[in-house]
Each structure stands twice: as C-alpha cells, then as structure tokens.
Nanobody, 124 residues
Framework: QVQLVESGGGLVQAGGSLRLSCVAS????????MGWFRQAPGKEREFVAA????????VYADSVKGRFTISRDNAKNTVSLQMNSLKPEDAAVYYC?????????????????WGQGTQVIVSS
C-alpha cells in the first residue's frame, strides 16, 4: 500500500509560479514511476507530467512543456512539480499518482495509487 500526500497548491496570478510536492509512504518509492494529473471542474482528469525511476526519464503534456518541471528526491520519498508561467487554464485540482513499476505512463489507469489532490487557482 502507498499513501500519497500533496501540498503546495494555492492562489497565484497568471504568469506566476507554484511548486507542488507529493510525499509518498508505505512502499519502496524509488522503484515506482510517479505522475501528476489535473482535473478542472467539468473536465476529465488529464495527464500533466511523469517521471521514471531515473530522474532523467520524464515526459510532459504538450500544454505544460517548457513551463512545468517534474522532479523527484528518492531519499525524501518526494516528487515535485515546479509550475512557472501559470495560465488561467492551468487552474485545477492537481493529483499525484504512483505506478507499481518504473516505466513512464501518461494514462491514469496505469497508476495504482493516488493522492487526495491539491487545488491550484490562477487569477487572470
């Protein structure tokens, strides 16, 4: 069993930055690929970014490429999402997710564990 707890959401002006963090517990974190997803009201949950066991193995949604950076610190069982140049359309509840294996994945169904989410509000 894995528990994921996100933090770092909040209100930010368009063009600003936020850093989300997700602390994992309960399983060998370093062997799991991790991902961030988001869900805006009335929309389906969508992929944002993922990181494999290697910190050099990352993938991003086109909508956030060049603005968001995913990273992990296995010693602290933490995965982070640095979000820069935020746009109003980035507003959503952001979820951290963990896979059962180290490979990258962009589909929500490939993730076994989910956090409770942290809300990001971007004012224009």
């Amino acid at each position: 069993q894995v528990q994921l707890v996100e933090s770092g959401g909040g209100l930010v002006q368009a063009g600003g930055s936020l850093r989300l963090s997700c602390v994992a517990s309960g399983r060998t974190f370093s062997s799991s690929a991790m991902g961030w997803f988001r869900q805006a009201p009335g929309k389906e949950r969508e992929f944002v970014a993922a990181i494999g066991r290697s910190v050099r193995s990352t993938v991003y949604a086109d909508s956030v490429k060049g603005r968001f950076t995913i990273s992990r610190d296995n010693a602290k069982n933490t995965v982070s999402l640095q979000m820069n140049s935020l746009k109003p359309e980035d507003a959503a509840v952001y979820y951290c997710a963990a896979r059962l294996d180290p490979g990258l994945a962009a589909r929500a169904r490939e993730y076994a564990y989910w956090g409770q989410g942290t809300q990001v509000i971007v004012s224009s």
